[in-house]
């Protein structure tokens, strides 16, 4: 009985993500069983507009839910940093009705197997050293995130808070944490103007990810995502969106810091970018921006969210990045960068990404390939934390609408280069391959 114990002990420690895939996948059942089905809209958005297509009346005249709103709301793999934005255009497209409360929830899970040719060293994106086994090998579940979503559209407000639980918070986040929350005032029906206040990703660079699961290096070192509330100010039109960003002067998460931990606003960051129409559906975007404050700034390598040393000092970052869109695929290619050397490697920290993806479909669900390839480089030609390389190829496909996407990654890291005390735990040697199963349920 004593051997069972364990073996059970063992099994639910190991699998413990599984139990939140099956109780939260019956919820869901349960959740359409009650509802009913929903029609299936097959346009895309930027085309025909989606209607109700998705969407359920909770409460007739006041609440609903629409799934084309609540799959790019909680998407965080694109339209990074633009969730406001696209609120505003939701609203503007009647996809989000007047005077409405939309709720929305998201599951997302993954099966990890990886192999790594140096013992406790996995260099995988988006993950932390203590999910790792201590070996070569290791097979998991992670719950990533089960998130619940509020949007109350109301005459020139739009008001969003999102709720969620994650089994890999970022070090500093519990693991059931209010994510985001802002409230926006502005109407495009009416100006191209909006004023932003919350919690959210700062509007900085683009840094989509086209595979369905991991990030890319230009979002793992980049990603701005804030503590405090940070103040936006936008100007947005068919082809062309400005954004600046007041930020506190305080340790946030991921990327922002300042020198001095002050709570005053003299942090920012500045967003711009542009879109061409070819014809034929084709387009061309560009966009650049500047972030103030960073984490690449003192002798001590700070990635967790600690203030790092008295020696901080303002180090910016430059972001650059170019889409090529058609009704079928999407070429994307990105760099960011700081101006100044970060003290803790002597060297500028740089990420790239160059990724395409294609749209098609199998027996009639639409399906998603692609081919991503990205490099964060923080060190001198032959050292041990020069840089780390990742190459990802990926497929997502539609089994139920935007209800259910499951998908699947290869994954090829070369190099091993943690942002916390790189000198002492690089090593260039270290080479894995990573397959990843997931799957997305949404409403």
Known sequence: MQVIGSMGGLFMKRYAGLYHWVIWGLVWVAGVIMGGVPSVWAGEYGGEKPDDWGSYTLVPGYVETNLFYSDKIFDRQNDVTDKVIFALRARQDGILKPNRLYLGGRFFGTMIAERTNTAGKFPILSRFPPTHTKGKSDLYFVTNEVAASATLNLPWVTAFMQGEYTEVPYRGQDDIQLRKYWVTIGDLNVAPFYLSVGRKTVNFGNFSTYAPFTHSH?????????????????????????????????????????????????????NFTQKWDFGGDMNLTLGGGFLRGTIYDSTLAHHPPVAGFDDRFWNGALNFNATLSAPDFDIM??????????????????????????????????????????RGTQGATDTRWEQMSQIIASFEIELFGKHVKA?????????????????????????????????????
């Open 333 to 374: 290619a990105e760099v960011t960068r700081t101006l100044k050397e970060w003290p803790a490697t002597f060297h500028k920290v740089t990420a790239v990404v160059l990724q395409g993806r294609y749209r098609n479909d199998i027996f009639d669900f639409p399906v998603v390939y692609s081919l991503i390839a990205s």
């Open 218 to 270: 230009v979002n793992h070192y980049f990603w701005a995502q804030t503590r405090d509330p940070v103040i936006e100010l936008g100007y947005v039109t068919d082809s062309t969106l400005v954004a600046v960003t007041l930020i506190s002067n305080h340790r946030s998460f991921r990327v922002i810091n300042s020198p001095d931990n002050n709570g005053n606003y003299e942090n920012f960051a500045l």
């Open 407 to 443: 998908g699947a990654e290869y994954m090829f890291n070369d190099g091993f280069v943690p942002l916390i005390m790189p000198l002492r735990t690089a090593d260039d040697g270290v080479v894995s391959h990573t397959g990843i199963l997931g799957i997305k349920l949404t409403f």
